[in-house]
């Protein structure tokens, strides 16, 4: 049986010379990869931009983390007044304002790779699904995907909340390990929301793939950030609903 926790995030920041520690977050989630959620979370929210901003991740009590941010970081506290609580099966809901779903300070993706080929596209559900060690154990976690150009893997998490998978993936890109995510295609393994467009976009995917449907918002984001968003995709077919230069098909 897939395990489901809670998982508190707390945020820790220097004000006025002395340390400030709020709950942020509740998550329902996989126990795990858990500094990774958080600061994947930080990141695919918009309260952190890179790795330099965070100083110490670190464990504040049993289900409970607190991630440490350095002296000058500002964060915007009324932006944590929302204290979303989040469940295993949806973000967005939690989120307790549409101000919350804004993305201000981020640009549309240029015309750049990566330039990946249908084949190579066709292969990836099986790699998927093949690399994911928890679900056939218990078939009951979802996965999130990153893999280069040629369709190598190159990082995946399991975690029963689809949104936390992705957030483990975008941690572990921000905290280094020489991934490339604007040359990179991040998979899910279920359909694709508003949120996960939003969150690829803050780790700095430009191709985002599914096995499930995309949502109409989850569209009309990937249009307005030029991200190349698929759906559908199998070992026989799959919809292009964005920026289709960077699929590559066999010439006719």
């Known amino acids: 049986v897939a395990v489901e926790e809670p998982l508190e995030i707390q945020l820790s920041v220097l004000r006025e010379g002395r340390r400030v520690e709020r709950p942020l977050s509740i998550t329902m ?7 990774e959620l958080a600061v994947g979370f930080l990141c695919t929210e ?49 989120k307790a304002s549409l101000e919350a779903l804004k993305m201000d300070h981020e640009k549309p993706f240029g015309d750049a790779g990566p330039f ?49 998978a992705v957030d483990k993936v975008a941690g572990a890109i921000l905290r280094g390990n020489g991934f490339r995510p604007g040359e990179s295609l991040l998979m899910v393994s279920g ?7 939003q969150k690829a976009i ?35 077919r799959f919809n292009i609903y964005s920026a289709p230069e960077r699929v590559l098909f066999p010439a006719q």
């Open 46 to 94: 918009g309260l952190i931009r890179s790795a330099g901003e965070v100083e110490d991740v670190r464990e504040a009590g049993r289900n409970r983390i607190c991630v440490v941010l350095r002296e000058g970081v500002e964060v915007d506290f009324s932006r944590l007044e929302r204290h979303f609580y989040t469940s295993s099966s949806c973000g967005v809901c939690g």
């Open 116 to 164: 990946i080929s249908q084949e190579v596209l066709r292969g990836l559900p099986s790699r998927l699904r093949g690399s994911q060690e928890a679900f056939a154990e218990t078939g009951g976690l979802h996965a999130a995907a990153l893999f280069d150009g040629a369709g190598s893997l190159q990082l995946l998490r399991e975690d029963v909340g689809r949104h936390n």
């Open 29 to 35: 989630r996989t126990p795990g990869q858990d500094a």
């Open 191 to 197: 359909r694709t929301s508003f949120e996960i467009l």
């Open 202 to 236: 803050r780790a700095g995917v430009p191709v985002l793939a599914a096995v499930g449907a995309p949502s109409s918002l989850a569209v009309e984001l990937a249009n307005l950030f030029n991200v190349t968003l698929l759906g559908f995709l199998s070992a026989q």
